[in-house]
């Protein structure tokens, strides 16, 4: 198994451990909001500040590859419709999301009303604590960051750099 499947392998227990508090019913929402949120964790690679060689290339690799993965066939599997669904309300994987400050958590806010609403639409007495998925999307947040290693890493403002030109950009940032 590459760094990139460990990697992934990793971030599909977190939305398993994180699960386990909710009813089952809600794990393939859970799973799908924990697919989403590292695809875009993994997807700042174009905007960090860049390290020296070579572990520019091994990052920005390892990170590409993990965006990759999350999107197969064996990771998507049986939480297509959800994915659909977290599209629909534009829970997508973009750049922005590690630059803009609004969009992050727009799409914290999204992940959590998707999960509420799957919640809500459970018997009641099945239903999760209140605030519930407030915890699981900042769960599923801490644990993908920390499994990614996004907590060593700063994003930058502005584009991204170009291929030629990386490193000359002002070194302001913040921790996503």
Not at 3 to 17: G, K, N
Not at 27 to 54: F, G, K, N, S, W
Not at 143 to 168: H, K, M, Q, T, W
Request: proline share 9%; aromatic share 6%.
């Amino acid at each position: 198994m590459n760094s990139a499947e460990a990697t992934v392998t990793q971030i599909l227990q977190a939305a398993s451990s994180w699960a386990r508090e909710a009813p089952a019913s809600l794990t393939p929402a859970i799973r799908a909001v924990c697919v989403r949120l590292a695809e875009m964790v993994a997807d700042q690679r174009h905007y960090l500040v860049p390290l020296p060689e070579p572990q520019q290339s091994e990052r920005r690799t390892m990170l590409e590859s993990v965006a990759g993965q999350l999107r197969s066939r064996p990771v998507i599997d049986g939480i297509e419709a959800h994915l659909e669904a977290l599209a629909e309300l534009e829970l997508r994987s973009t750049g922005s999301w590690a630059t803009v400050p609004t969009a992050q958590s727009e799409w914290v806010t999204t992940a959590i009303q998707y999960l509420e609403d799957r919640a809500a639409a459970l018997p009641a007495a099945e239903r999760p604590d209140p605030y519930w998925a407030d915890d699981v999307v900042a769960g599923i947040i801490a644990s993908v960051r920390a499994v990614i290693g996004v907590d060593d890493l700063a994003a930058r403002y502005g584009p991204p750099p170009e291929a030629s030109g990386e490193g000359d950009r002002p070194e302001e940032s913040y921790s996503p």
